[in-house]
């Protein structure tokens, strides 16, 4: 039988910008939500959801996305967004992470 991941998996929805400031200028980013993966593997998070990351006017809580390839600056750039999910790819091959 196949198993499905999300249903035994534990998925934590994050919105970066509330989350873990990494640069201290109020506002949380992917820096800050990196430097909390092990906080999330020690709670036993296996999935990270994120709330709307890509640029946008923010008249709709960030579900108004004006370019879906790109990251809003206000939480880092795009490498920071790539070094973010290969942490938590790294993170979740540990022992740690279910």
């Given at each position: ?24 200028d109020?506002?949380?980013d ?8 092990d906080y999330?593997a ?6 990270i959801?994120?709330?709307p ?5 923010r ?6 996305i004006?370019?879906?390839?790109g ?7 795009l ?7 290969h942490e938590a790819?790294?993170?979740a ?6």
């Open positions: 039988m196949l198993t499905r991941w999300y249903r035994t998996g534990v998925i934590y929805s994050a919105d970066v910008g509330l989350f873990q400031d990494g640069n201290d109020g506002i949380g992917f820096q800050g939500m990196i430097g909390r993966l999330l020690r709670l036993g998070i296996s999935t959801w994120l709330h990351i890509h640029p946008s006017p008249r709709d809580g960030g579900y108004d004006t370019d879906y390839y990251v809003h600056p206000r939480f880092g750039s490498g920071d967004f790539t070094t973010l999910l790819g790294s993170a091959s540990g022992s740690c992470w279910t």
